[in-house]
Structure formats: C-alpha cells, structure tokens
C-alpha cells in the first residue's frame, strides 16, 4: 500500500513535469491544414487559385504597364492605379504561390519565421490598399469639385507624398500588433485551422493569453476601417453635393460614372474585410472566414483590372492601341 502511494507520488510528479515542460517548449513549424482534406477538392481548388493568381497577376501587371509606356495615362489616378495594382500581385504573392506549393508538393510545414515574414507582409499590403483607396477617392474628390484646379492641386510632388503616407500610416498600423505576437507561444498544437497565415488562426492555437492582442488586432482593424471609410464617405458626400448641382443630366452621368470603378472597389474591399475583423473573438469563426479570404486574396485582386479597365476609356483604349502594336510587329 505505501509502495504504491509512493509510486502513484513519484508518477504525478513525472506528468506535472512532463506538462511543464510541455508548456515551456515553444513550436518552431506550423501545419497548414488548408481549405479542405477531401482530394479531389484539392485538385479543384489548386487549379482554381492558381489560375486565378496567374489571371490577377496578369491583369494587375498589364495595367502597371499600360500606364507605364501609354504617354496618356498620366494622371494622378493613373499613378494610383498604377501602386494599386503592384499592391494587388504582392499582396496575393504573399499567400497563394506558399499554398499553392503546399499542395502540390504536400508538404504542410512551415517554419515560425516564415509564418511571420507571411503575416507581416500579407498585412502591410492589405493595410496599405486601405489607405491607397483613401487617396483615390481624394482625387475623384478634387476631379469632380476643383477640375480647373485638379493638375494643380494633384501634381506628381503630391501624388508621391500621398502614397509614401499611405506605406507609412500601414507600417504604424501592424507594427504594434505583430510586436505583441513575436511574444505568443505555441505549445498544445502547431496545425492551423486555414490556409494562409493570418492572426486569427495564429491565436486560436495560441497557449498563451491571447486577450490583450485580440483587442490590440481587433481595435487597430477597427480604426483603420472606420477611418479610411469614413474619409472615403466624406469625400462622396462632398462629390455626390457637387454632381446635383450640374445643370444638365449628361454631365451628371459622367461625373458617376468617373468614380464607378473605384465605388465597386472599394465595396468588395471594405464589405470582405468588415466581415472578417469584425467579430467577438478570434478564436472563434476561423473556418467561417476561409471563404471570406479566398475572395480577399484571389477574386477580389482577379476582378479589380477588369473593374478599372473595362470601366475606364482611355485605360481601354491604350490597351486596344497596344494590341494594334503588338499584331502589326508580329506581322512584320
């Protein structure tokens, strides 16, 4: 009988230490278990995003070279559109081509730095499109209210200073959060419940006390949303102020039809991104999201150059004069 106490004492003794050694290792890979087991969706999903990355990158990269070799796209909305678009191939080069190679090769591992370097940079050309959106719609702002002045006012000084900004307010942004997270520990599992690296899936996993940077995340996504939208509607509400009071229906219905491409854009952007960070805690609707994020990181980016380029006449007819090059140098 007091063998078997002093076995069952030593035995306690050896799980408590067991446990906190447990608890004091910290996980150095992670496994991405994606957006599905099933293998034949795999197979479907692995065509779908890697057409749709090839498509967007193409699309996004078009454009930055239309503006770049057309002498008529110029303007400040062309120089923006231009940062947008290499905003869009970074941003989803930051995720996909990674899942993409996960499942092809499947290999599921990824190492902490790598997971890191993947949030960082996922959230610092997300966080930046927000506030690129922002200028745009200070531009049509001026297009529509001060066109006398608009080449005054949006000179390249401006233009330039505008986007240097927008990196800068993104860096301010996700700094304070991703500092918070170098200090997380992951000791009761290392396999993510998605199928990039973000935040919420992170904490889920976390055995550390995760509350503080949930508010952190959460208050820092909050006030970026509300204030880039809130500079977004006021400069509509000013736009919109100016429009009724041109005389005839046909100026009217051109001033719209200026700020179409971007109004479309920016309610895909904002509506996905509203419904991801806006939420009790996260580690709660991790799966709910993935559908969410799949439109952030492969729709969204595919549809925004044929938003832009199917909606903007001059845009469209650089394109057509570029495709009159390239068969008339063929046919050479």
Known sequence: MIYNKISLNITCRFDRSQESV???RTVTTFILLGLTHDPQLQVLVFVFLFFTYMLSGTGNLT???????DSHLKTAMDFFLQHFSFLEISFTSACIPRYLYNM???NKLITYSACASQVF???LFGVTEFFLLDAMSYDRCVAICKPLHYVTIM???VCRRLVLCCWMAAL???IPPLSLGLNLEFCDSNTIDHFIYDASPLLKISCSNTWFMEQTVIICA???LIM?????ILSYIYIIKTILGFPSAQQKTKAFSTCSSHIIVVSITYGSCIFIYIKPSAKQSVAINKGVTVLMTSIAPLLNPFIYTLRNKQVKQAFNNSIRRIVIFSKK
């Not at 454009?63 to 070799?69: G, N």
């Not at 880039?228 to 977004?232: E, I, P, R, W």
């Open 22 to 24: 447990m608890r004091n």
């Open 63 to 69: 454009i930055i070279m239309l503006i770049f070799l």
């Open 104 to 106: 092809g090769t499947g």
């Open 121 to 123: 940079f996922t959230d």
């Open 155 to 157: 000179n390249s000084t």
């Open 172 to 174: 301010f942004v996700i």
């Open 222 to 224: 909050v006030l970026t």
């Open 228 to 232: 880039t939208l809130m500079c977004v």
